[in-house]
């Protein structure tokens, strides 16, 4: 986990801002991209479907340690392929799914070098740009996003730049060696610091570097392995950090080779081509929709800062107005998210943060957890990032199951209402919501292997016994497809609420409860005046709550779940029964006919000296999206927006919407201003008096 004490001090060491784009005052890019509509199945590709088993050993000789194939073993290939998906897209889109991710297609070597695991998962990469012969084919991977087309469903790539498959091996042991002890040197010996050079066109060319000379480490690759990957730059040993394996401690997870996986030198001029040139004809030649980014924080900012802009430019040149890119920061911490945001280039990313108090509120009732997290929602805030555009889920093939996590006893109808429970709470906050392939069975396994189950009939013999929550084991001789489970449904309803209001996907947040197993927030469209309001029960007893209703509509709708709710003269009273969820529904926001912004004077920040703070409160309404701006020579120019107030917590007071521009954000001036505009329901605008602030 990342600190901010580690944050402030690579930030002084790196110091690389995020450039203002020139935008009219009322207008955010972050609040504009298309993607954040969608709703996102996730489907690991070899347990998903098995439409040609013909391509189930890859080409390759019948046996498991050279095909890689082995239905009967978690860790090696079951036979699921492009085919398979392609004919289940139809079952995909009747659950209301608007995308989906998939991990990767790439030709990968078939087994490891311990001859113990095979590449099912698709991250040990050898071929770029080419499909996994286990997968199917080019032409099959392209006739598959034509027909995702065709049914209104949208194409996410997994991609992967940090590593490729296990190839090189050294002369020396495979312990990590640290740039202190040994530098990077080129051929005639001069040693450059890689961290500093990184980016600059002062990084040397990899013909100024020797396999012998260059490396802590001497590079082998054995004569049957000197060409196998694709591009053909990539079998050049000198483009990879050579420095033995990563222990994921410093700056061995950013130069050491992960879990043996060769270490890209992502750093290389070369490499930052290359990659951008492979990536960009994925998208001209397949038409694909987004990346998926896997092992994001183990490549260095620079590469993202020229790789995330120039893939974007080039998905524009072929059509794709939207092309996001959610980098996988594996890390429970906003800390860590708010750096690879700010310093990586990031607007898209994996929210772990989320998922981990979403589950501590789902599994132990932390609702204060989650909605303190929430407060941090600012710190992301640019006039370029949005967290409304990070994918939130509840689980996936790395961590496990959101059934894994639930676990007791499967059978019992509080398994059920609990995962229902999780899967609204999912699709009613902010955040594009993602869901892992096998979730609407009931499937359950709480770590990576245990989690990729087979959704075609299995020959895995505990997954056949493995009990299902809301159903049956599947048994022998039977897939997933044809059952039934109480969770489709679920997730159809929950397809569909999510579909018919931009409350869910682009409209602001007001948290109105976090305790004990409670939660209650609201979402709001601001644009049609309606107001939806979710209720929460982690607990084992039905629970009531009350907030205040000065600003609430007297008439309330229930459009899903269970619960009551009651309006009074002066509160709010709510009901849920345990387990319980309930969606309901208010046409109108009310507020005063002249409601108001006030922004307090910008002070420095007291903990990153590299940012200064915004804040602003409103009146005379209960919920508002707060833009704040700064003055560049006549124009008003965003700084980003707060689409939900501060939750009263131990380190913030209720009701305050902020962001925390870097100074370098700014183009300065001997007097710039600095001012806040609010957009309330029905279209009404206020904006806030304007302070000067003095650069530090």
Same mark, same amino acid.
């Given at each position: 986990m990342i600190k901010k004490s580690f944050i402030v001090s690579l930030i002084a060491a790196i110091f690389i801002g995020l450039s203002i784009s020139n935008t009219p005052a009322a207008i955010d890019l972050g609040l504009n991209r298309d993607f954040k509509t969608e709703m996102i199945y996730f489907a690991m590709i070899d347990r998903f479907s098995n439409g040609n088993t013909k391509n189930d050993l890859g080409g390759y000789?019948?046996?498991?340690?050279?095909?890689?194939?082995?239905?009967?073993?978690?860790?090696?290939?079951?036979?699921g392929d492009i085919q398979g998906l392609s004919d289940k897209l139809e079952y995909i889109k009747?659950?209301?799914?608007?995308?989906?991710?998939?991990?990767?297609?790439?030709?990968?070597?078939?087994?490891?070098?311990?001859?113990?695991?095979a590449a099912?998962?698709?991250?040990?990469?050898?071929?770029?740009?080419?499909?996994?012969?286990?997968?199917?084919?080019?032409?099959?991977?392209?006739?598959?996003?034509?027909?995702?087309?065709?049914?209104?469903?949208?194409?996410?790539?997994?991609?992967?730049?940090?590593?490729t498959a296990d190839v090189i091996s050294y002369k020396e042991n495979y312990d990590y060696i640290y740039l202190s002890e040994k530098p990077y040197k080129t051929s005639n010996g001069k040693a450059f610091d890689i961290v500093k050079l990184a980016g600059t066109s002062k990084f040397p060319a990899v013909a100024q570097l020797s396999a012998k000379i260059s490396f802590p480490k001497t590079p082998v690759v054995s004569k049957a392995m000197a060409n196998i990957k694709s591009p053909a730059w990539l079998?050049?040993?000198?483009?990879?950090?050579?420095?033995?394996?990563?222990?994921?401690?410093?700056?061995?997870?950013?130069f050491g080779d992960f879990y043996g996986f060769d270490d890209i030198m992502t750093e290389s001029p070369e490499v930052v081509k290359g990659f951008i040139d492979l990536y960009s004809k994925w998208i001209s030649t397949t038409g694909i929709d987004g990346f998926r980014i896997d092992t994001a924080r183990h490549v260095n900012e620079a590469f993202w800062q020229a790789f995330i802009p120039s893939i974007r430019a080039q998905a524009l040149a072929f059509g794709k107005k939207d092309f996001p890119m959610w980098g996988e920061v594996y890390d429970s911490s906003p800390e860590t998210l708010d750096y690879w945001a700010r310093y990586g280039g990031f607007t898209e990313l994996l929210d772990f943060p989320v998922q981990d108090r979403m589950l501590k509120f789902i599994t132990a009732g932390s609702a204060d957890q989650l909605a303190t997290l929430l407060n941090e929602d600012d710190q992301y805030s640019t006039a370029t990032i949005d967290p409304r555009n990070f994918g939130v889920f509840l689980g996936n093939h790395d961590m496990g199951r959101i059934g894994g996590f639930i676990g007791g006893n499967v059978n019992s109808e509080a398994a059920l209402l609990r995962d229902?429970?999780?899967?609204?709470?999912?699709?009613?906050?902010?955040?594009v919501p993602i869901v892992y392939y096998g979730d609407e069975f009931g499937l359950m396994g709480d770590s990576d292997k245990e989690a990729r189950q087979d959704l075609f009939v299995t020959l895995v013999d505990r997954w056949r016994k493995q009990q299902r929550i809301g159903g049956e084991p599947i048994g022998m001789g039977k897939s997933s497809f044809d059952t039934t489970n109480p969770?489709?449904?679920?997730?159809?309803?929950?397809?569909?609420?999510?579909? %018919? =209001?931009? +409350?869910?996907?682009? /409209?602001?947040?007001?948290?109105?409860?976090?305790? $004990?197993?409670?939660?209650?927030f609201s979402r709001f469209d601001l644009d049609s005046g309606r107001e939806?309001?979710?209720?929460?029960? %982690? =607990?084992? +007893?039905?629970?009531? /709550?009350?907030?205040?209703?000065?600003?609430?509509? $007297?008439?309330?709708?229930?459009?899903?779940?269970?619960?009551?709710?009651?309006?009074?003269?002066?509160?709010?009273?709510?009901?849920?029964?345990?387990?319980?969820?309930?969606?309901?529904?208010?046409?109108?926001v009310k507020s005063s006919s002249t409601p108001e912004v006030t922004m307090a004077k910008p002070v420095m920040n007291p903990i990153l000296r590299d940012r200064f703070n915004l804040e602003a409160t409103i009146s005379g309404a209960d919920i508002a999206e707060v833009q704040f701006q700064y003055k560049d020579g006549t124009t008003w120019k965003s700084l980003g927006t707060d689409t939900s107030p501060t939750f009263k917590s131990e380190t913030d007071a209720a009701g305050r919407y902020r962001v925390f521009p870097l100074i370098s954000d700014i183009k300065w001036s001997s007097n710039t201003e600095f001012r806040a505009v609010a957009f309330f329901a029905h279209g009404v605008e206020a904006k806030s008096e304007s302070f000067s602030f003095i650069k530090p």
């Open positions: 000789k019948d046996a498991r340690t050279t095909s890689g194939y082995d239905p009967y073993d978690t860790a090696f290939y079951h036979g009747s659950l209301g799914f608007t995308a989906l991710w998939i991990t990767p297609v790439f030709r990968n070597i078939p087994v490891g070098v311990d001859g113990k695991s099912y998962h698709g991250y040990a990469i050898a071929g770029f740009d080419q499909v996994d012969s286990h997968l199917g084919t080019m032409a099959e991977f392209k006739a598959f996003v034509v027909k995702a087309h065709s049914l209104g469903l949208k194409v996410v790539l997994d991609i992967v730049v940090n590593h079998n050049d040993v000198r483009l990879y950090h050579n420095r033995g394996k990563s222990t994921f401690q410093g700056e061995s997870g950013r229902q429970m999780a899967h609204a709470l999912l699709f009613t906050m902010r955040g969770l489709q449904q679920t997730m159809r309803d929950l397809t569909k609420l999510h579909a %018919s =209001s931009s +409350a869910f996907s682009a /409209g602001a947040m007001k948290i109105r409860i976090a305790d $004990n197993g409670l939660l209650v939806y309001l979710m209720t929460f029960n %982690s =607990s084992d +007893a039905a629970l009531t /709550g009350s907030f205040d209703s000065q600003f609430l509509a $007297n008439k309330w709708e229930k459009v899903l779940g269970d619960g009551l709710v009651n309006v009074g003269d002066k509160t709010m009273k709510i009901t849920v029964p345990a387990y319980g969820w309930g969606v309901f529904l208010s046409d109108m």
